[in-house]
Each structure stands twice: as structure tokens, then as C-alpha cells.
């Protein structure tokens, strides 16, 4: 069992910059950042082999976004800069221990954390 605990959420204008945490109660195999905005699909932004350190990234946030990773910490980051009022929503960590390739397809997360709120004015 992983427990999963973000942070760093908050209310930002548009242009700003926010750094969103994840703190994993134990070992994963790969970590993602997905968000949800009202009314919309819970969508995959950013993910990390945790072990290989291979990134991937939503084109929605392509050069915008830097995920990134503490592995003593057994924390992940997601740094985002250049905020768009379409970046408001609640982001979630999740992770998986399974092996094989990780996605951005919400099933295939086994561990999610509760979420933490982003909001971006205009």
C-alpha cells in the first residue's frame, strides 16, 4: 500500500508560477500528475519512471510544465509556470508499483492522493 499527500496547490493570475508536491509513503514504479477540472475527464499531465527517470508530458503543457522527482524524499514535484486560466483545477498524484508501461489512463493507477486545488484568474 502507498499512501500518496499533495501540496502546494493555490490561487495564482494568469502568467504566474506554482510547485505542487507529492510525498509517497513507500516505493513506486512510476508517478503521474493528473488534473480535473468541473465538468471535464480527469486528465493525465506529466509522468515519471521513478526508477529510469523517463518523463513524458501532456502536449497541453509542453514547456510549460517540469515534473520532476526526490527520490531520498520519495516525493514528486511539478513545477508550472506560465499558468493558464485552463490550467485551474484539482491535480492528483497517483502512482503505480505493477511494472509494464505507464500511461495516462486513470485505471491504470493503482494509489491517488486527495488532490490539491490549483486556480488561475485571468
Known amino acids: 500500500q502507498v499512501q500518496l499527500v499533495e501540496s502546494g496547490g493555490s490561487s495564482v493570475q494568469a502568467g504566474g508560477s506554482l510547485r505542487l508536491s507529492c510525498v509517497a509513503s513507500g516505493a513506486t514504479y512510476c508517478m503521474t500528475w493528473f488534473r480535473q477540472a468541473p465538468g471535464k475527464e480527469r486528465e493525465g499531465v506529466a509522468r515519471i519512471y521513478t526508477g529510469s527517470g523517463s518523463i513524458y508530458y501532456a502536449d497541453a503543457v509542453k514547456g510549460r510544465f517540469t515534473i520532476s522527482q526526490d527520490n531520498a524524499k520519495k516525493t514528486l514535484y511539478l513545477q508550472m509556470n506560465s499558468l493558464k486560466p485552463e490550467d485551474a483545477a484539482m491535480y492528483y498524484c497517483?502512482?503505480?508499483?505493477?511494472?509494464?508501461?505507464?500511461?495516462?489512463?486513470?485505471?491504470?493507477?493503482?494509489?491517488w492522493g486527495q488532490g490539491t486545488q490549483v486556480t488561475v484568474s485571468s
Open positions: 497517483a502512482a503505480d508499483r505493477s511494472g509494464g508501461v505507464c500511461g495516462f489512463i486513470r485505471d491504470r493507477y493503482r494509489y
